[in-house]
């Protein structure tokens, strides 16, 4: 079992950056597969990226590669998503997940909310225009 704390969230202007972390518990931490979601008002979660075990692998949905990157520091337990030239249609409140899974596991499949047993308390991104 795995709990997740995730920060880093507030308001920017359209064209910056902001950088979440979500910080796990325990010792199993690389165990886990890592994912992040996101969801606007008024509309349902929404897949922004996913993470494997190393790091080595790395999914995000079309329309935010290039802005945004997900990386992980296993020696710190965390996970980060680095957004870039955020837009007003970026605001969200955004999630982090996991999933404990083994190698080979495709993580690209992993892109819906039923893959993921753990979820954090998700963290407020407002872009205004």
């Known amino acids: 079992q795995v709990q997740l704390v995730s920060s880093g969230g507030g308001l920017v202007q359209a064209g910056g950056s902001l950088r979440l972390s979500c910080v796990g518990s325990?010792?199993?931490?690389?165990?886990?597969?890592l994912g992040w979601f996101r969801q606007a008002p008024g509309k349902g979660r929404e897949f922004v990226a996913v993470i494997n075990w190393s790091g080595s692998m790395t999914y995000l949905e079309d329309p935010l590669k290039g802005r945004f990157t997900v990386s992980r520091d296993n020696a710190k337990n965390t996970v980060y998503l680095q957004m870039n030239n955020l837009k007003p249609e970026d605001t969200a409140v955004y999630y982090c997940?996991?999933?404990?899974?083994?190698?080979?596991?495709?993580?690209?499949?992993?892109?819906?909310?039923?893959?993921?047993?753990?979820w954090g308390q998700g963290t407020q991104v407002t872009v205004s225009s």
């Open positions: 997940a996991a999933k404990q899974a083994l190698p080979p596991t495709n993580v690209a499949t992993m892109r819906t909310s039923v893959h993921y047993d753990y």
């Open positions: 325990g010792s199993t931490f690389r165990t886990y597969v």
